[in-house]
């Protein structure tokens, strides 16, 4: 089983900065990729930033390419994304999300393979 717990969501102006942070517990094994979704009223769940966890390597969606970061600290079991520059169009529930499958850049728009998701932590940038 795995257990992810995400945080640092808030309030914030346009331009302004937030990280988030998800902590994991469990089978790492089953969280062998993790990222960051978000949802925003009416509209679908879109993949934000992925970390494939063995490689470190990273994927991110063209919206926040240069203004977001993701990374992890392993031996924290715990996943971050700073996100700078922040626009209008970033608010929306945040969801940390981990699955076992390897990640790559498709993992952005296949939801539905994360099998494990924190409680979602709200973003809003006021303009």
């Known amino acids: 089983q795995v257990q992810l717990v995400g945080s640092g969501g808030g309030s914030v102006q346009a331009g302004g900065s937030l990280r988030l942070s998800c902590a994991a517990s469990?089978?790492?094994?089953?969280?062998?990729?993790m990222g960051w979704f978000r949802q925003a009223p009416e509209k679908e769940r879109e993949g934000v930033a992925v970390?494939?966890?063995?490689?470190?390597?990273?994927y991110y969606a063209d919206s926040v390419k240069g203004r977001f970061t993701i990374s992890q600290d392993n031996a924290n079991n715990t996943v971050y994304l700073q996100m700078d520059s922040l626009k209008p169009e970033d608010t929306a529930m945040y969801y940390c999300?981990?699955?076992?499958?390897?990640?790559?850049?498709?993992?952005?728009?296949?939801?539905?393979?994360?099998?494990?998701w924190g409680q979602g932590t709200q973003v809003s940038v006021s303009s």
């Open positions: 999300a981990a699955t076992e499958l390897k990640c790559g850049s498709w993992s952005l728009g296949r939801a539905r393979d994360f099998g494990y």
């Open positions: 970390i494939y966890r063995v490689l470190g390597t990273t």
């Open positions: 469990g089978d790492p094994y089953s969280r062998n990729c």
